[in-house]
C-alpha cells in the first residue's frame, strides 16, 4: 500500500475553501491527475452518494468508483474507490482552519493490483508529486 499525505496553506476563509474543495463541477480546475465524469455527478455531496470518474497517471487512465464514506460540512469528505485491475483508493480531503487563512489536506491510501507491487511505489511517487500540485491549483483558485 501506498500513501500520500500533502497539505498546503491558502489565505482563503475556510468557508470560501470548502466551497472550492467540495463543488465536484470545478474539479477539473485544480485536479491534474482527473480525466472527467464518467457518471452523473450528484446534486450535492452526502454519505453513501456515488460517482464515476477517470483518472488519469503518466498516460495510463482508469475509470474509479467512487462512494463517499464521511462527509461533515464544512471541513471533510471521506471517499473510497474502486477501479480496474483491482485498485482500491482511500481519499480524504480536509479544510482546516489557519487564521487568518485555511488549510487544504489531502490524505489518500492505494492498494490492489499493481499498486501492491514495487509499481505502487512509482506510482505512489508520480501521485505524490501530482497531488501536491493540484492541492496548490486549489488553494489558488477563487
Partial sequence: MATIDVAVATDLAPQ????????LHRFDEWLTIFGGWRSEV????????????CIKVKGF???IHWRVTGYQEPTLIEMKGT????VRISLRIEVQDDA?????AVHADLSGGLLSTGIGTLV??????EVRKSVANLAALR
Avoid: Y
Fill in 42 to 53: 450528484p446534486a450535492r455531496i452526502e454519505e453513501g452518494a456515488q460517482v464515476a470518474s
Fill in 61 to 63: 487512465r482508469n475509470i
Fill in 124 to 129: 505512489a511517487k508520480v501521485l505524490r508529486s
Fill in 83 to 86: 477501479g480496474r485491475g483491482g
Fill in 100 to 104: 487568518p487563512g485555511s488549510k487544504f
Fill in 16 to 23: 470560501q475553501a470548502w466551497k472550492l474543495a467540495s463543488d
